[in-house]
């Protein structure tokens, strides 16, 4: 166990948050910013509850990009954030 959750959890854990990434990419694709809001602050509560503090703050700058309407900055968050889950599943796994 790790902090008080199995490598399954961690796993499953980093599996959803992989899933949010598509998420946000496939609604930043379609134009969908209003989606790519929600799904950032989904993203930025998923971080804080579970002591990701970088993935919640990743979920906090794209939900602001797409409140402002600002496609290039969510865009560049949405980057940001899969480089962020790369290196976490390299880590843990």
Known sequence: ?????SVEEIDLYLHERHNDLAG????LEAGDLDSVRVLGQA???????????ELAELGREVAA?????????????IARLG???????IVVG
């Open 24 to 27: 946000l990419r496939f609604a």
């Open 1 to 5: 166990k790790v902090d008080g959750a």
């Open 65 to 77: 990009a797409a409140r402002r309407g600002d496609a290039p900055a969510a865009d560049q968050g």
């Open 43 to 53: 993203l930025e509560r998923a971080g804080s509850e579970q002591g990701f503090g």
């Open 83 to 89: 480089d962020f889950l790369r290196e976490v599943k």
